[in-house]
């Protein structure tokens, strides 16, 4: 029918009517919700001891008999609470009403203020879903629920403190009718001494077979009952515990003691975020720093330095990290240089802010897994009146609390926690140097607020949170801030337990100058020693025995100096032979040295490998584009074709530049020497549009290069991979001074020396003594092999590098490299 035709009729009244319906609701959509809304028995427990938690019990007790006959059926289910209960008008306009705005408007709980955590209306369809009848009672604490009752039920509350309230769930499985016909029975007594909370009584459980105890149910209480909630021992007045018998047979929270963990670990670290103010305390243990120092004094034993002296005995030692996330601190912690935060832009108020994912703070307690520090542990643990005997004990309590969980008011958030390494330890202990941070030697949490932390939302599927913005800003905030720099203050603390340079030193010093070590004199060295005693003391007696007795007595001494000659022969031999296996030995190190090269070229090719990549992509688009225009056939297309090939000769001519970079690196021209002049050489691959110039112009940085000219004849290519290497960790570094990117080359003709520096951050105090070393860096992501490389490429043609010590920039750091080539 037409609008007109529909017209028509309305101006005829007497031939149109118009009534209005409600939608009606069949009573039995309870028991079909039900089935398709709550999957099992365990999600329906699971979202009933929720609802305990939301309304801010300590104590939630859950009683399951299978085995006992009632009026409404076989088998009772008894869950009882001890938090706020509620109230007349609780019970009828929320309780009683599916999908209610509750805990929408009120997203925290009035005592405790928890986050609240069940869903709308899953708790009532849960009860259905374990059993046909329900018996409800409940006493409010209304002084606890002020905010959320009004005038009438406090009035109420007065008059009766106890309510009762039953439901048959049959009734709406039978019913034919609505769903608003089918009736609860409400009940109302006054009680002088009233129990306060709720407590559920569901018989005639709805399948019997499903709580039969076996190892798998087990299994899935541990993991999906007690596993939602903090197994640490909580000493905060809002703790939350439940406990499950099921047919006579207890299970609790399996609880990780706290105190337990913290004496036996070597290493603490505490953390707290406070809007983006963040604080890290890490305090390393005296037994921690005995077992470092007693893994040096082994290895310099090895290295003939028996004899040692500890200057001060080593104690507890703490670090406080204070870092205000919204202001500069890359220069403070240049491996962090990368952190970017996300922004979260508010299109109804039409402004851009930070994504805060909430104030939070968390423990971690490291400890290796040896005997050694399991023994220690025993010990210390005696030492504190601890009831434990034996180490396979102690390794069981560690095992059961190794992990790091996730919580948001001791709620725990599924599926951070063990067997889950979301701090990425295990990646970051394979790509740093040895460290005590390890999947199965850490054990802690984090705990959110649960109010500050309200953005930050968790998957409906229970995989974790939803990684949005404030999702985002969570993890780079826990894992690549936190986590690193706790990492890195144990790589650098062990850094103190080495020894910079082992050489042929008579004395050295760890690099804390703490220990000191001089070198005992070798079995061979004490033997020589004595031999050339016993020699001299043969010759000086048979000088003058000639003379005062019989001639016998001289053969014979004549014949001990023959025996000393001899053993002095065989002495030299073994001389040879240690000489031989010492070639052999610094042999295979040369052999390792020459890869050396190979390595520091990949790492130019690794830093040109974006530029290749783009000359790739451009020389694609060039040539599909003007394949297209080709097809077309116009003027205008076939013009336009022509400049684009034009543009595809241009990138070749890149291309061509950073294969003409490249090439006197390659392994046929390894070999050539030819006169360089240094200067003119620098300026040719840093300044104008060589590759290396290119890079340095896109982040803004100015290369400057002085100094008169300086001929020195050596390999081109490798001059290229010395040079490359440290123009590329300067680039890496001005990008931190946004004000003058600026990289310094100073050439000193007469004391053939070169002088580089730039404007960056300088060289972090913590590695002042390890820079040269293998695997020292401060980038997140460094190989630390850079500077390595170049020490070892300038041994290899009579060079040297080191860092001036004697100046320093404006934040305090000594900042320059010089390179000698006249030693």
């Known amino acids: 029918m037409g609008q007109s035709n529909i017209d028509s009729y309305i101006e005829n009244e007497d031939s149109f009517k118009t009534e209005e319906y409600g939608i009606s609701v069949a009573a039995r959509i309870i028991y079909q919700l039900g089935e398709q809304l709550i999957s099992d028995e365990f999600v329906a427990l ?10 801010d019990c300590t104590s939630v007790r859950i009683n399951i008999d299978t085995k006992v006959n009632t009026n409404n059926g076989q088998g009772r289910i008894v869950i009882e609470d001890n938090g706020n209960g509620m109230t007349k008008s609780l019970l009828t306009n929320n309780f009683l009403r599916i999908a209610t705005s509750f805990k929408t408007v009120h997203k925290y709980s009035p005592f405790f203020r928890r986050r609240t955590l069940g869903e709308k209306g899953l708790g009532r369809l849960s009860i259905q879903r374990l059993g046909n009848y329900l018996s409800l009672t409940t006493t409010p604490r209304i002084d606890r629920i002020g905010e959320i009752v009004d005038e009438g039920d406090e009035a109420f509350a007065k008059e009766y403190n106890e309510y009762h309230l039953s439901i048959n769930w049959n009734d709406f499985k039978e019913s034919d ?10 009940s109302y007594v006054s009680n002088q001494e009233p129990r306060y909370g709720t407590r559920l009584v569901i018989e005639g459980i709805r399948n019997l077979d499903f709580w039969y105890l076996n190892r798998k149910l087990e299994t899935r209480i541990n993991s999906e009952i007690f596993g939602m909630v903090n197994p640490f021992e909580q000493k905060n007045k809002q703790k939350f515990q439940i406990n499950l018998i099921i047919d006579d047979v207890a299970f609790t929270n399996k609880k990780i003691n706290e105190s337990l963990l913290d004496i036996m670990s070597e290493i603490r670290a505490e953390f707290s975020l406070n809007k983006w103010n963040l604080e890290i305390r890490v305090l390393f243990k005296k037994r921690y720093l005995d077992r470092l120092l007693n893994d040096l004094l082994n290895r310099m034993r090895g290295k003939g330095y028996k004899e040692s002296e500890i200057i001060k005995p080593y104690e507890d030692f703490e670090q406080v990290i204070n870092i205000n996330l919204m202001e500069e ?31 939070l703070e968390g423990k971690l307690f490291v400890s290796d897994q040896t005997s050694e520090v399991y023994n220690a542990s025993l010990l210390l643990l005696q030492e504190n009146k601890s009831a434990f005997r034996t180490l396979k004990e102690l390794k069981a309590i560690w095992q059961s609390a190794v992990g790091v969980y996730l919580f948001r008011n001791d709620f725990r958030i599924f599926p951070y926690g063990p067997k889950v390494d979301w701090l990425g330890v295990t990646s970051r202990s394979q790509r740093l140097k040895a460290n005590a941070l390890k999947e199965h030697t850490i054990s802690g949490y984090v705990q959110l607020d649960s109010i500050t932390s309200e953005n930050l939302e968790e998957q409906t599927n229970r995989n974790g949170l939803i990684e949005d913005e404030y999702g985002k800003n969570f993890f780079i905030i826990t894992s690549s801030v936190i986590a690193e720099i706790i990492t890195r203050l144990d790589i650098n603390l062990r850094a103190t337990f080495n020894i910079s340079d082992i050489e042929n030193n008579e ?12 070198r005992v004199l070798s079995g ?74 190979l390595a520091g070229q990949g790492m130019i090719v690794e830093a040109m ?32 074709a022509i400049e684009y090939q034009d543009n595809i000769i241009q990138e070749v001519v890149f291309l061509q530049q950073q294969l003409e970079h490249l090439e006197p690196t390659y392994k046929k021209n390894s070999i050539l020497l030819q006169e360089i002049n240094i200067t003119q050489f620098i300026r040719d691959l840093y300044t104008g549009n060589a590759p290396m110039a290119q890079k340095a112009k896109k982040i803004n940085a100015k290369v400057y290069v002085s100094g008169e000219s300086m001929l020195l004849t050596a390999n081109k290519g490798l001059l290229i991979t010395i040079f490359d290497n440290l123009f590329i ?24 020396r070169i ?69």
């Not at 970017?340 to 802010?353: A, D, I």
């Not at 004395?507 to 001089?518: A, E």
């Not at 293998?774 to 490389?789: A, N, T």
């Open 46 to 55: 699971a979202e009933l001891i929720k609802n305990s938690y939301d309304a």
């Open 507 to 518: 004395i050295i010093q760890s690099n804390d100058k703490n220990v000191i070590f001089k």
């Open 329 to 359: 601190f890359a220069e403070d912690f240049p491996y962090l240089k990368d952190i970017k935060l996300q922004k979260k832009y508010h299109t109804n108020s039409n402004f851009e802010e930070f994504a805060h994912p909430g104030n």
């Open 524 to 597: 061979a060295e004490q033997k020589q020693v004595l031999l050339n005693e016993v020699k001299q003391y043969t010759h000086e007696l048979s000088s003058v025995a000639s003379s005062i007795v019989p001639s016998d007595v001289t053969m014979k001494l004549k014949r001990i100096e023959e025996k000393i000659t001899k053993i002095e022969e065989f002495e030299s031999k073994d001389k040879d032979e240690r000489k031989q296996e010492e070639f052999n030995f610094h042999k295979k190190i040369v052999d390792l040295k020459a890869l050396v090269g």
């Open 729 to 752: 960790n300067s680039l890496f570094w001005v990008e931190l001074n946004s004000e003058a990117r600026e990289i310094y080359f100073s050439i000193n003709n007469t004391e053939k």
């Open 609 to 640: 490998t974006h530029e290749l990549h783009r000359i790739e992509s451009n020389i694609r688009f060039y040539a599909k584009t003007s394949k297209e225009l080709l097809k077309e056939g116009s003027f205008n297309s076939l013009k336009e």
């Open 755 to 823: 002088t580089i520096y730039d404007s960056g951050p300088g060289i972090h105090p913590t590695i002042i003594n390890t820079l040269f070393q293998p695997y020292e860096s401060m980038k997140q992501d460094g190989r630390g092999l850079g500077l390595y490389i170049v020490k070892e490429l300038l041994n290899s043609i009579n060079g040297s590098i080191q860092l001036n010590k004697e100046d320093k920039n404006k934040k305090g750091n000594f900042f320059k490299f010089i390179i000698n080539f006249n030693s």
């Open 177 to 186: 009718g609505d769903v608003e016909n089918v009736k609860a029975k409400f």
